[in-house]
């Protein structure tokens, strides 16, 4: 089982949750396998399993990229295009506004 769980009891579950182990019958039947997302028809079958909680995955919250991670993503974005290169303003044009808007940089008026 993963370690990024809690047991969650059935009348906590909502649609959309995710296991993180299978659940089984007391015979040792799957009910539902690891990994499965729930939906109402779900919650309810574990209900009508006598199933008391269920091992839910936590959401991890994401890390935002650093700058260092968006300028070279930006960079393989416009590997053709040369930033010294004024016959290309456009491309250019393009790139910072796309740079100001991934780093939440303020513009002007």
């Known amino acids: 089982m993963s370690d ?28 539902l396998a690891a990994g499965a997302t729930l939906n109402e028809a779900a919650i309810q079958s574990l209900a009508r399993h006598g199933v ?12 935002p990229p650093d700058e260092s991670e968006i300028q070279a993503r930006l960079d393989h974005l416009f590997r053709r295009n040369d930033r010294e290169d004024l016959g290309d303003w456009a ?11 991934r780093l939440k940089r303020e513009v002007a008026p």
């Open 52 to 63: 008391g909680a269920a091992p839910i995955l936590r959401a991890v919250p994401l890390t």
């Open 91 to 101: 491309t250019g044009l393009l790139r910072r506004y796309v740079e100001d808007y």
């Open 4 to 31: 990024t769980y809690e047991m969650t009891p059935l009348a906590h579950l909502y649609p959309g949750m995710v296991l993180a182990d299978a659940l089984m019958d007391e015979h040792g039947h799957v009910l």
